[in-house]
């Protein structure tokens, strides 16, 4: 299993220039989320998923857009970037098991907006 | 609002010695913690959990300790060693969620030789 998969993993964008940042597993998870993690910060949701066709946005969804047409895909979608999303985005993924959830991350797309 | 927050942004420790990481979480409903280890460049890697019904748990070389009275958390990591240099995270679950969880800004742990 590759688990799962971020691309690309650095890009520099001009601002109102617009992305989408691809997320893949291949763990048949349920979950999957986004997170943008600033410099010596924590993690921040953006927006998570529970399953095909269904999203749901978490603490800082402004700005960005999501879908889940698969399982396997979670694509995050910058339409008009701002220097305030200059970040590093992780996307993870964990099945449903309840109260347990253990979730396992991608290793980051480096994001610029200049 | 909701929160979970770390006592110190930074310790450094001797190779070989106990290190202890620290966290205080708000939300009393919280069911479910656990740490993560970030290291430069990396997601984040799973370490440890526990459940809100426990207050102890022991993996290989760490233990995480929870003291819901005071809303603390705790990561022991044993003999540390050079590889345990990273950004360690803690997260809480709060109960009133299946799926999301919230992180706290992280300790750096540096080694010592």
């Known amino acids: 299993n590759a688990g799962v998969t971020q691309t690309p993993k650095f890009r520099i964008l001009k601002i109102g220039q617009s992305m989408t940042l691809q997320c893949a597993q291949d763990?048949?998870?349920?979950?999957m989320y986004w997170y943008r993690q600033d410099p010596g910060m924590g993690l921040k949701l953006i927006y998570y998923s529970v399953g095909a066709g269904i999203t749901d946005k978490g603490e800082v969804p402004n700005g960005y857009n999501v879908s889940r047409s698969t399982t396997e895909d979670f694509p995050l979608r910058l339409e008009l970037a701002a220097p305030s999303q200059t970040s590093v985005y992780f996307c993870?993924?964990?099945?449903?098991?309840?109260?347990?959830?253990?979730?396992?991350f991608g290793p980051g797309t480096r994001l610029t907006v200049l | 609002g909701e929160s979970v927050g770390l006592h110190l942004p930074t310790l450094s420790v001797q190779e070989g010695d106990n290190s202890i990481i620290n966290c205080a979480y708000s939300n009393s409903a919280s069911d479910y913690f656990i740490w993560y280890k970030q290291e430069s460049g990396k997601g984040p890697q799973f370490i440890i959990d526990i459940r809100s019904n426990m207050d102890k748990r022991q993996g290989q070389r760490v233990t995480v300790l929870l003291n819901k009275t005071v809303k603390h958390l705790s990561l022991q990591i044993a003999a540390t060693q050079p590889g345990d240099s990273a950004v360690y995270f803690c997260a809480e679950k709060p109960g009133s969620s299946a799926s999301k969880i919230i992180f706290g800004s992280g300790t750096r742990l540096s080694i010592r030789p």
């Open positions: 763990m048949n998870h349920n979950y």
């Open positions: 993870a993924s964990s099945k449903k098991t309840g109260t347990y959830n253990e979730q396992f």
